[in-house]
């Protein structure tokens, strides 16, 4: 399966612990999204990637957030310090230059207790 | 007011019915337009794309776009009970730019 694997499926950690997911894009696309939902609410855009690049970061991203892609290939999404306001289904998507449409992992749940 | 507007439903619709969902958007220079079906506890499918004014058909689904009022629909055939799920309009501007701008979604339940 050539799809976007995103790893772990579910996390359940303690407030103030750190965490951090992966995310494996499909393998010719260069650009790579985070994304956030919570329930009943749409996916809502955290950070992109062109490659290695990281292009553009949402205002609502807290410092407590970091993602890299290092080789333009995986990306890590690293929470610090987690608050119970973080627990969401953590969304990974990619795409390529030449096609706008972008497709999505199977997301990582993030329960913070 | 929201960038991207969609009624969250629920919206119920027999079996064998056509199901209508529309989605209006606030930034008129959006070039793209997306629906993505989402289905309890997994996360979204892409099932169309558009970008040009007009209807665009895929099987089961089409999409109509009309930049000028600013609206989004997808009109989806011969529902069927595995059609039911939240269905989310996106908009991304696409010019270099190519992060998606969701809606809330609208659920949708076909009844058998």
């Known amino acids: 399966d050539t799809g976007v694997s995103q790893n772990p499926r579910h996390k359940i950690t303690k407030r103030g612990q750190n965490v951090t997911f992966r995310c494996d894009p499909i393998s010719e696309h260069n650009r790579l999204y985070w994304y956030r939902q919570t329930l009943g609410q749409g996916p809502e855009f955290l950070t992109y990637f062109q490659n290695e690049a990281q292009l553009e970061k949402s205002r609502l991203l807290s410092d407590r957030f970091s993602a890299e892609r290092p080789k333009g290939s995986f990306s890590t999404l690293e929470i610090q310090r987690t608050e119970q306001g973080d627990s969401a289904m953590y969304l990974c998507?990619?795409?390529?230059?030449?096609?706008?449409?972008?497709?999505f992992g199977q997301g990582t749940r993030l329960t913070v207790v | 007011q929201k960038e991207v507007e969609q009624n969250s439903g629920p919206l119920s619709v027999p079996e064998g019915a056509i199901a209508s969902l529309n989605c209006t958007y606030s930034d008129r220079v959006s070039q793209s337009f997306f629906w993505y079906r989402q289905y309890s506890g997994k996360s979204p499918e892409l099932i169309m794309s558009?970008?040009?004014?007009g209807d665009k058909e895929d099987g089961r689904f089409t999409a109509q776009l009309n930049k000028a009022s600013q609206y989004v629909s997808l009109l989806i055939r011969d529902s069927q009970p595995s059609d039911s799920a939240t269905y989310l309009c996106?908009?991304?501007?696409?010019?270099?730019?190519?992060?998606?701008?969701f809606g809330t979604g609208t659920r949708l339940t076909i009844i058998p």
């Open positions: 996106a908009v991304s501007l696409n010019f270099g730019n190519e992060k998606l701008t």
């Open positions: 998507a990619s795409s390529w230059t030449e096609n706008t449409e972008a497709f």
């Open positions: 558009i970008y040009s004014n």
